[in-house]
């Protein structure tokens, strides 16, 4: 059963909603199965590494993840396989389970993300590139890195937001990591991909001042499923929009377009917090 609108704008405030036993009990339940899908998935990867084959255990351990989180994901669209570049738009941590869970793909995710318990560490087994956002210098070899990414993984999303809204929102795409398309690498295209958690997405958004931490407790005690769709759209290449803002722009055309042809309604301005 979904939280107020009340507790919703309570826990995007910094006020975590409070647990009763059985969110404890649903808490403790998917914890345990996260864990015991890492440790069916670690020790082939590893063996894989070792082999020097592609691993498809962070695969498989991501979409395991989703659905133990309570999504059930529904692909739509062809995701192209290899020499692409994902622009998505971006709602909650859960984004890279699906994505992840769907094709494969490596990110590229704040360089925080690294030291953070845990989850940097799975992040770098999924072949993360992390960057600092902040770091106007190292850009050029953010770039290099990025590139290399693209070589070795065949794919990388990135996030251009910046942040996650609300699901029935957008902010405007940043482009700073978009600068390894000047000049486009040979064979690439670039893909829009539409997250959309349907009625639930505002409960599932990460937003406001909540941290990590309450967000993730709040969403693996929360009751019952919720639908989620990644929506592939038709990819283009990057020479036919020279320049990252031009590749922003149109990305950015092409994921408002069928959000609002999803939710049926213009989109709204974001504020940042949670909407009455």
Same mark, same amino acid.
């Given at each position: %059963?979904?939280? /107020?609108?009340?507790?919703?704008?309570?826990?995007?405030? #910094?006020?975590? &909603?409070?647990?009763?036993?059985?969110?404890?009990?649903?808490?403790?339940?998917? !914890?345990?199965?996260?864990?015991?899908?890492?440790?069916?998935?670690?020790?082939?990867?590893?063996?894989?590494?070792?082999?020097?084959?592609?691993?498809?255990?962070?695969?498989?351990?991501?979409?395991?993840?989703?659905?133990?989180?309570?999504?059930?994901?529904?692909?739509?669209?062809?995701?192209?396989?290899?020499? +692409?570049?994902?622009? !998505?738009?971006? +709602? /909650?941590?859960?984004?890279?389970?699906?994505?992840?869970?769907?094709?494969? @793909?490596?990110?590229?995710?704040?360089?925080?993300?690294?030291?953070?318990?845990?989850?940097?560490?799975?992040?770098?087994?999924?072949?993360?590139?992390?960057?600092?956002?902040? *770091?106007?210098?190292?850009?050029?070899?953010?770039?290099?890195?990025?590139?290399?990414?693209?070589?070795? @993984?065949?794919?990388?999303?990135?996030?251009?937001?910046?942040? @996650?809204? *609300? #699901?029935? !929102?957008?902010?405007?795409?940043?482009?700073?990591?978009?600068?390894?398309?000047?000049?486009?690498?040979?064979?690439?295209?670039?893909?829009?991909?539409?997250?959309?958690?349907?009625?639930? !997405?505002?409960?599932?958004?990460?937003? #406001?001042?909540? /941290?990590?931490?309450?967000?993730?407790?709040?969403?693996?005690?929360?009751?019952?499923?919720?639908? %989620?769709?990644?929506?592939?759209?038709?990819?283009?290449?990057?020479? *036919?929009? &020279? #320049?990252?803002?031009?590749?922003?722009?149109? /990305?950015?055309?092409?994921?408002?377009?069928?959000?609002?042809?999803?939710?049926?309604? &213009?989109?709204?301005?974001? @504020?940042?917090?949670?909407?009455?």
């Amino acid at each position: %059963m979904p939280i /107020s609108p009340e507790a919703r704008a309570a826990a995007a405030a #910094g006020n975590p &909603p409070p647990l009763g036993w059985l969110g404890w009990w649903r808490l403790c339940v998917r !914890s345990a199965l996260l864990a015991l899908a890492l440790l069916i998935a670690i020790p082939p990867h590893y063996l894989w590494r070792i082999l020097h084959i592609s691993s498809p255990w962070p695969r498989f351990f991501l979409a395991a993840a989703a659905r133990i989180c309570g999504a059930r994901v529904k692909v739509k669209g062809a995701a192209l396989k290899r020499d +692409v570049f994902y622009i !998505s738009n971006h +709602v /909650s941590w859960i984004d890279i389970l699906a994505i992840a869970g769907a094709s494969g @793909t490596a990110f590229v995710a704040k360089a925080e993300i690294r030291d953070a318990p845990v989850v940097g560490w799975l992040a770098t087994l999924n072949r993360t590139v992390f960057v600092e956002r902040e *770091d106007r210098l190292g850009v050029a070899e953010q770039i290099n890195r990025l590139r290399d990414a693209l070589a070795e @993984t065949w794919s990388v999303t990135v996030f251009p937001e910046g942040t @996650t809204t *609300d #699901g029935r !929102s957008l902010f405007p795409f940043k482009t700073p990591m978009l600068k390894v398309l000047e000049p486009p690498p040979p064979g690439i295209l670039v893909q829009p991909v539409l997250l959309d958690y349907g009625a639930a !997405s505002e409960e599932i958004s990460w937003i #406001g001042v909540e /941290s990590g931490k309450d967000n993730a407790v709040r969403l693996l005690a929360r009751a019952g499923t919720f639908r %989620m769709t990644v929506t592939f759209l038709e990819p283009f290449h990057p020479r *036919d929009f &020279p #320049g990252r803002k031009a590749i922003a722009a149109e /990305s950015r055309r092409r994921i408002e377009e069928a959000l609002v042809r999803t939710i049926g309604h &213009p989109l709204r301005p974001f @504020t940042g917090h949670a909407q009455p």
